[in-house]
């Protein structure tokens, strides 16, 4: 169960696109597409955004998306805005009762 | 109103064990999977251990397993995880997180989280 790996920062001006990569193994990430994705503000509760690889939960923007090449899952975000500045956390299979988180990215919005 | 609450941290010696609980309301707890994830201060979230609706899965990170120990009670919509032999590098916000609609490998809804203190 070693963490996946995310870049620790990133960032970008209002209105580009930035992606988040999150890296495992053909073990986890590339195994299955049961990658999802957590926004977290600071002092906040985690929030979904991306589930199985690419779903997002009803009331999350469509500005969000999800996908995964080989061992590499990322997150875009579209039309970045202030509010979207926060950290970033991917989470995925690991084997058949564990999951594992990657480090985290903190998003910072120029 | 859909709400997890978690309870029974605090501060506890190396060594030491703490029982912490989660109540669930507003949705329908023995339909699915849920969750402990932890996050130290300053730090990532950390997965810590799963259970299936029906207790059949129950999964655990490396760093905690023999240690601890989760458990439901569904009919009182309760969660629970039993930490023994407690680490200072345990120390961390504990979240109780609810496992998607029929999955077990998102967390569709968060609590607030219960410290966890691990201290001489």
């Known amino acids: 169960q070693s963490a996946l790996t995310q870049p620790a920062s990133v960032s970008g001006s209002p209105g580009q696109s930035i992606t988040i990569s999150c890296t495992g193994t053909?073990?986890?990430?590339?195994?299955?597409?049961?990658v999802s994705w957590y926004q977290q503000h600071p002092g906040e509760v985690p929030k979904l955004i991306i589930y199985e690889g690419k779903k997002r939960p009803s009331g999350v923007s469509n500005r969000f998306s999800g996908s995964k090449s080989g061992n590499t899952a990322s997150l875009t975000i579209s039309g970045l805005q202030a509010e979207d500045e926060a950290d970033y956390f991917c989470c995925s299979y690991a084997d058949s009762t564990s999951l594992v988180f990657g480090g985290g990215t903190k998003l910072t919005v120029l | 109103e859909v709400q997890l609450v978690e309870s029974g941290g605090g501060l506890v010696q190396p060594g030491g064990s703490l029982r912490l609980s989660c109540a669930a309301s507003?949705?329908?707890?023995?339909?699915?999977?849920m969750h402990w994830v932890r996050q130290a201060p300053g730090k990532g979230l950390e997965w810590v251990s799963g259970?299936?609706?029906?207790?059949?899965?129950?999964g655990y990170a490396d760093s905690v397993r023999g240690r601890f120990s989760t458990s439901r009670d569904n009919t009182k919509k309760s969660l629970y995880l039993q930490m023994n032999s407690l680490r200072v590098e345990d120390t961390a916000l504990y979240y109780c997180?609810?496992?998607?609609?029929?999955?077990?490998?998102?967390?569709?809804?968060w609590g607030r989280g219960t410290l966890v203190t691990v201290s001489s």
């Open positions: 053909s073990s986890d990430v590339g195994s299955y597409n049961l």
């Open positions: 259970i299936s609706w029906n207790s059949v899965t129950i």
């Open positions: 997180a609810k496992g998607g609609s029929g999955s077990y490998w998102h967390f569709e809804l």
């Open positions: 507003g949705f329908t707890f023995d339909d699915n999977a």
